[in-house]
């Protein structure tokens, strides 16, 4: 059974961080590329981070680049997003992604889905 569960989320004010993981299990997680999608009330899915089957390359939405750090742990079956600075407009749920070889930048191309975690930033 596939199952990729977030945690990590929360409220924070603003300027603040949060460090979210996504632990994975039912299928074998180092063949896959890992990502992080949020969704914001009355907004389409949209692309935060991506990273690639051995870590090397890192892909980020123009919005969060240097401020986010999208890591993963092989070992663990685990991926991580680091958000740092963060904003209200970061506010949203956090989805993990997974997609067979490469990262997806396309919600349209994941393979599996995590169930979200909520991340609220209050100003």
């Known amino acids: 059974q596939v199952q990729l569960v977030e945690s990590g989320g929360g409220l924070v004010q603003a300027g603040g961080s949060l460090r979210l993981s996504c632990a994975v299990s039912?299928?074998?997680?180092?063949?896959?590329?890992m990502g992080w999608f949020r969704q914001a009330p009355g907004q389409e899915r949209e692309f935060v981070a991506g990273i690639s089957r051995n870590g090397g390359t890192r892909k980020y939405v123009d919005s969060v680049k240097g401020r986010f750090t999208i890591s993963r742990d092989n070992a663990k079956n685990t991926v991580f997003l680091q958000m740092n600075s963060l904003k209200p407009e970061d506010t949203a749920v956090y989805y993990c992604?997974?997609?067979?070889?490469?990262?997806?930048?396309?919600?349209?191309?994941?393979?599996?889905w995590g169930q979200g975690t909520q991340v609220t930033v209050s100003s």
């Open positions: 992604a997974a997609k067979k070889f490469f990262a997806a930048r396309d919600s349209r191309d994941v393979d599996y």
């Open positions: 039912g299928f074998n997680f180092g063949w896959y590329g």
